[in-house]
């Protein structure tokens, strides 16, 4: 993988997972580093649970990478709240 398609992968995966901070309850902690550290991770995630399923950009299957994001950032919140899922 050369260098630039691993900074969009990056970037699309980061993206990805800043929507996905607005669609569930929980927060991302830190900036636009850990962004891209839960997005790659939940793009991973939601590729291993739905495959390639919608549009990709850069290499990122988008609805799987939001929807594992998602997944990914209420789980850290649900673990990291004790239970508790308000935004402050």
């Known amino acids: 993988m050369e260098i630039l398609a691993f900074i969009l992968y990056m970037i699309v995966a980061a993206v990805c997972a800043i929507i996905a901070e607005y669609i569930v309850p929980g927060v991302i902690p830190g900036g636009f580093l850990v962004a891209a ?4 991770i939940g793009a991973w995630l939601g590729g291993s649970l739905m495959g390639g399923l919608g549009p990709s950009l850069a290499g990122v299957p988008l609805l799987p ?3 594992g994001s998602g997944l990914l950032i209420f789980l850290m919140a649900l673990i990291t709240s004790g239970g508790r899922l308000i935004r402050r």
């Open 65 to 67: 990478a939001i929807l």
């Open 37 to 40: 550290i839960v997005g790659v």
